[in-house]
């Protein structure tokens, strides 16, 4: 039985990580739906979470652009780039048997937390003013991102971040900011295609949204405050989706 109050916590954690760092709550927002809301179906939580994860996107995105935070031309490219892999990954990811994109899910999100983890000190060492010329150069990194995105029903901003930083030398705070509109875009694709075969859960999506407005004003707040010490929020970052994907990979295999 679906449990609606902690569909809204859950939204409210998801629209946090979102706003504090730019991606993670993307990640999370799939293994939530399944194991604290309650939703059975892995292909209806990744739908749902997908269009959860979108909106939320959208909104923190105009929450870091009233600051200062969104760089319009780099996000656009990765945007324009990614909707369509994110179209061909969602076609393949609802091909997939439901526990099998699960585990790979999982593993998807270990290799990520150590990249995480090994790039920290890169990516506060390289963090300057990005040039049109470095942006022009990471559409194929868009579009890489996308289909990982679609495949998995997530917003792909914990892969956008690192790879935003490396390409273009922009600042921690600004790639975070600038992820989300990549992040929303993914994520609409992504749920419009699942909504064409009847998985989303309009309802569980609409809590989640409603928690993401709250959790996304603090995890914005909280994201200004921090933007100096970001390789220690990257630790702790990562180690929660260590935990997560150790937990599903747990709960998949014990089925």
Do not use: C
């Amino acid at each position: 039985m679906l449990s609606h109050g902690l569909a809204v916590i859950s939204g409210s954690l998801v629209g946090f990580i979102l706003a504090l760092i730019g991606g993670g709550g993307s990640i999370l927002a799939t293994p939530l739906m399944l194991y604290v809301v309650g939703m059975k179906n892995p292909h209806l939580a990744i739908g749902t979470g997908a269009l959860a994860v979108s909106v939320n996107a959208f909104i923190n995105l105009a929450h870091h652009a009233r600051v200062g935070h969104v760089r319009w031309k780099i996000g656009a490219v990765f945007a324009a780039t990614g909707v369509g892999g994110a179209y061909v990954g969602s076609t393949i990811g609802k091909l997939v048997d439901g526990q099998n994109l699960l585990l790979a899910f999982a593993g998807l999100m270990i290799a990520v937390a150590l990249l995480m983890l090994r790039t920290q000190n890169q990516i506060s060492a390289l963090a300057s003013a990005p040039s049109l010329r470095n942006t022009l150069g990471v559409g194929g990194t868009g579009l890489g991102v996308g289909m990982l995105a679609g495949f998995f029903g997530i917003g792909g901003g914990f892969l956008i971040v690192p790879g935003l930083v490396m390409a273009t030398r922009m600042k921690l705070i600004h790639a975070i900011g600038t992820s989300l509109l990549a992040v929303g875009a993914f994520g609409l694709t992504t749920a419009a295609n699942y909504a064409l075969s009847g998985l989303v859960d309009w309802v569980v999506a609409g809590e989640y949204i409603a928690g993401g407005l709250v959790g996304g004003q603090i995890g914005l707040r909280l994201a200004v405050h921090l933007a100096a010490r970001k390789n220690t929020l990257n630790q702790v970052f990562a180690g929660v989706i260590l935990a997560v994907a150790a937990y599903m990979v747990w709960r998949t295999l014990s089925r």
